[in-house]
């Protein structure tokens, strides 16, 4: 009889989205620190966009550069303001003390376990960078804009969409972000042996609250890992699954308001 054998994993790896997962939506936090009313301006800005084609992810970004234009000198979007911006964004429930917390329960269980949070996010992960998380994570990434010479914001450098989010998973499968740039793209689909897997799939735990994590969803549960969802708040699991259009395929552990204090139900789940 032959045995076959799996490398026994050390470490879990949690990947988060960012907007309305760990924090509220940083696209309409940012337009209130411009003083400008997130409704109406999603209402006149950003849905005529989609209306003409555009998918979501430009448009944000696009409203956003030309915002910034029709701003007078003293009021434009700069690297500085978002800097700025960014470390007054305040985290749901708990956040703050969530990383740690997971990591002495997991410790406690398996003594020399390693767990390592991710950041994977169609937001301005320039954003994520300067928030009072961000020392957290080991590795983030997102969408990223460009700054002219004089600092203000003038297009789009790198998108994330909602159907290359998964490719991050198997990249910090991998251990990618040890990876040299030129080989971020070509590197998530080199083989590697089980046994030099940064950490498994199926020890990967992905935390999400939209219609941007159903690709994640569904490729987590294709490779045994884990995904969580997360309500926003009011709504329903039924009104969760129903707007998102959830397929059997995206099925996911639990569903949770963003909450994660130490007894919530969201954290009783991680």
Known sequence: MTLVTHPIPNRIAIAFDLDDTLMPSTYDSLLKALDLDPQAF??????????????????????????????????????EFIETFSATL??????????????????????????????????????????????????????????????EVCCLKRSLTYSEKPRYLYYLSKGGEARTRDRDITFVYDDIAPEDLHVPLECVIYVGDGTS?????????????????????????????RDRQVSPGQRIFNLAPPDYSERSELMQSL
């Open 90 to 151: 305040d985290p749901f429930p708990g956040v703050d003390v969530m990383f740690d917390r997971l990591k002495q329960t997991a410790k406690a269980i398996v003594p020399d376990i390693e767990v390592e949070f991710y950041l994977i996010t169609s937001g301005m992960v320039q954003v994520a960078r300067h928030t009072r998380i961000a020392k957290h994570f080991t590795h983030m990434w997102g969408c990223e804009f460009h700054f002219d010479v004089s600092g």
């Open 42 to 79: 999603r209402r006149d800005r950003y849905r005529p966009l989609l209306d003409q084609g555009w998918e979501s992810i430009p448009a944000k970004c696009f409203t956003l550069v030309d915002e910034s234009r029709r701003r007078p000198a003293g009021q434009k979007i700069t690297r």
């Open 213 to 241: 994590d159903l690709p994640c969803f569904a490729m987590l549960n294709q490779r045994g890992g884990t995904s969580i969802g997360v309500l926003k708040a009011g709504q329903t699991a039924t009104e969760w699954q």
